[in-house]
Protein backbone atom coordinates (compact mmCIF):
# COMPACT_ATOMS: atom_id res chain seq x y z
CA UNK A 1 0.00 0.00 0.00
CA UNK A 2 1.33 3.37 -1.02
CA UNK A 3 0.98 6.46 1.15
CA UNK A 4 0.98 9.92 0.18
CA UNK A 5 1.53 12.67 2.53
CA UNK A 6 1.37 16.15 1.50
CA UNK A 7 2.36 19.42 3.12
CA UNK A 8 2.41 23.01 2.02
CA UNK A 9 -0.71 24.54 2.16
CA UNK A 10 -2.23 27.63 3.44
CA UNK A 11 -3.70 31.24 3.10
CA UNK A 12 -1.86 33.75 0.92
CA UNK A 13 -3.37 36.67 -0.40
CA UNK A 14 -3.84 36.91 -4.46
CA UNK A 15 -0.50 37.42 -6.42
CA UNK A 16 1.91 35.21 -4.04
CA UNK A 17 3.23 32.11 -3.89
CA UNK A 18 2.79 28.57 -2.14
CA UNK A 19 4.65 25.33 -2.87
CA UNK A 20 2.71 22.01 -1.99
CA UNK A 21 5.02 18.60 -1.29
CA UNK A 22 4.06 15.24 -1.69
CA UNK A 23 5.69 12.04 -0.35
CA UNK A 24 5.55 8.68 -1.26
CA UNK A 25 6.07 6.20 0.93
CA UNK A 26 7.09 3.67 -1.81
CA UNK A 27 7.24 3.16 -5.26
CA UNK A 28 5.76 0.13 -6.90
CA UNK A 29 5.15 -0.91 -10.58
CA UNK A 30 1.62 0.28 -9.87
CA UNK A 31 2.26 4.23 -10.17
CA UNK A 32 4.72 5.29 -12.74
CA UNK A 33 3.44 9.36 -12.45
CA UNK A 34 2.39 11.50 -9.77
CA UNK A 35 0.11 14.66 -9.50
CA UNK A 36 -1.96 17.20 -8.29
CA UNK A 37 -5.81 17.38 -8.32
CA UNK A 38 -8.43 20.01 -6.61
CA UNK A 39 -11.30 20.09 -5.49
CA UNK A 40 -13.83 22.59 -3.99
CA UNK A 41 -16.98 21.68 -2.01
CA UNK A 42 -19.45 20.42 -4.69
CA UNK A 43 -17.74 19.76 -7.66
CA UNK A 44 -15.49 17.24 -8.76
CA UNK A 45 -11.80 16.65 -8.49
CA UNK A 46 -9.98 19.16 -11.17
CA UNK A 47 -6.74 18.04 -13.01
CA UNK A 48 -4.27 20.71 -12.16
CA UNK A 49 -1.09 19.03 -13.39
CA UNK A 50 1.27 15.80 -13.27
CA UNK A 51 4.84 14.17 -13.67
CA UNK A 52 5.76 11.26 -14.77
CA UNK A 53 8.79 9.58 -13.45
CA UNK A 54 10.84 8.23 -15.71
CA UNK A 55 10.56 10.16 -18.64
CA UNK A 56 9.80 13.43 -16.72
CA UNK A 57 7.08 14.24 -19.23
CA UNK A 58 4.48 17.21 -17.62
CA UNK A 59 0.93 18.07 -18.08
CA UNK A 60 -1.02 21.31 -16.73
CA UNK A 61 -4.26 22.21 -16.87
CA UNK A 62 -4.78 25.27 -18.67
CA UNK A 63 -6.14 27.36 -15.76
CA UNK A 64 -2.36 26.91 -14.36
CA UNK A 65 -0.43 26.75 -17.45
CA UNK A 66 2.62 29.50 -17.41
CA UNK A 67 1.82 29.61 -13.28
CA UNK A 68 2.14 26.65 -11.87
CA UNK A 69 5.17 24.34 -12.35
CA UNK A 70 4.99 20.88 -11.21
CA UNK A 71 8.65 18.58 -10.19
CA UNK A 72 9.69 15.42 -8.83
CA UNK A 73 12.63 14.40 -6.87
CA UNK A 74 12.36 10.72 -7.40
CA UNK A 75 14.97 10.21 -4.95
CA UNK A 76 13.06 10.84 -2.24
CA UNK A 77 9.87 9.73 -4.14
CA UNK A 78 8.43 12.95 -3.67
CA UNK A 79 6.92 15.37 -5.98
CA UNK A 80 6.69 19.21 -5.71
CA UNK A 81 3.77 22.17 -6.73
CA UNK A 82 5.02 25.24 -7.20
CA UNK A 83 2.00 27.75 -7.54
CA UNK A 84 2.79 31.24 -8.33
CA UNK A 85 0.73 34.37 -8.95
CA UNK A 86 -2.00 32.81 -7.25
CA UNK A 87 -5.56 33.70 -7.77
CA UNK A 88 -8.77 33.30 -5.71
CA UNK A 89 -10.15 31.03 -7.61
CA UNK A 90 -7.49 28.75 -6.78
CA UNK A 91 -8.83 28.32 -3.95
CA UNK A 92 -9.48 24.45 -3.04
CA UNK A 93 -8.54 21.33 -1.43
CA UNK A 94 -5.09 20.18 -3.25
CA UNK A 95 -4.66 16.46 -3.38
CA UNK A 96 -1.36 14.56 -4.50
CA UNK A 97 -2.63 11.23 -6.39
CA UNK A 98 -0.14 8.68 -7.95
CA UNK A 99 -0.83 6.52 -10.44
CA UNK A 100 -0.04 4.73 -14.18
CA UNK A 101 -0.95 7.16 -16.55
CA UNK A 102 -0.50 8.05 -20.16
CA UNK A 103 -0.53 11.07 -22.49
CA UNK A 104 -4.52 10.32 -23.02
CA UNK A 105 -5.66 9.93 -19.43
CA UNK A 106 -3.62 12.25 -17.14
CA UNK A 107 -6.24 14.06 -16.42
CA UNK A 108 -8.57 11.06 -15.53
CA UNK A 109 -9.00 11.00 -11.56
CA UNK A 110 -9.55 7.32 -11.81
CA UNK A 111 -6.26 6.58 -13.43
CA UNK A 112 -4.36 7.47 -10.01
CA UNK A 113 -4.49 4.50 -7.64
CA UNK A 114 -3.42 6.23 -4.48
CA UNK A 115 -4.62 9.46 -2.75
CA UNK A 116 -3.14 12.21 -0.19
CA UNK A 117 -5.88 13.73 2.71
CA UNK A 118 -5.57 16.92 1.12
CA UNK A 119 -4.29 20.37 1.78
CA UNK A 120 -6.15 23.46 1.82
CA UNK A 121 -5.32 26.39 -0.24
CA UNK A 122 -7.08 29.20 0.14
CA UNK A 123 -6.13 32.49 -1.78
CA UNK A 124 -7.83 35.84 -0.24
CA UNK A 125 -8.79 39.09 -2.84
Known amino acids: QVQLAESGGGLVPAGNSLRLSCTASTRTFRINAMGWFRQVPGKEHEFVAA????????YYADSVKGRFTISADNAKNTVYLQMNSLKPEDTAVYSC??????????????????WGQGTQVTVSS
Open 97 to 114: AAGAINSYTYHYPNQYRY
Open 51 to 58: VTDIDGNT
